[in-house]
């Protein structure tokens, strides 16, 4: 069994900053791809940024020089460091993880529980 954790939401005001952290645990051989999705009040989930197992990212425009994602692989988790936040920010956010549990076993991909950032004044 794999379990995704994650941590670091809440309530901030426009223009502060929060960090977000995502932890699997269980019977994991790799993880390889690690992302933050996000889904606003009444909107689709959207992906906010990603990045592989070689360290590579990419970003949702939306979030390009105000968010980081960054990645521990001895503790398989993943990071967002979010700044210069803003109201449409607010949303729940999750992470994804693209893991192999066993050697050359099938990649499958596992969704934390979500996280509420709101950021209001």
């Known amino acids: 069994q794999v379990q995704l954790v994650e941590s670091g939401g809440g309530l901030v005001q426009p223009g502060g900053s929060l960090r977000l952290s995502c932890a699997a645990s269980g019977s994991i051989f790799r993880v390889n791809a690690m992302g933050w999705y996000r889904q606003p009040p009444g909107k689709e989930r959207e992906l906010v940024a990603a990045?592989?197992?070689?360290?590579?990212?990419n970003y949702a425009d939306s979030v390009k020089g105000r968010f980081t994602i960054s990645r521990d692989n001895a503790k398989n988790t993943v990071y967002l460091q979010m700044n210069s936040l803003k109201p449409e920010d607010t949303a729940v956010y999750y992470c994804?993880?693209?893991?192999?549990?066993?050697?050359?076993?099938?990649?499958?991909?596992?969704w934390g529980q979500g996280t509420q950032v709101t950021v209001s004044s």
């Open positions: 994804n993880f693209m893991i192999q549990r066993v050697v050359g076993g099938n990649v499958d991909y596992y």
């Open positions: 990045t592989t197992s070689i360290g590579t990212t």
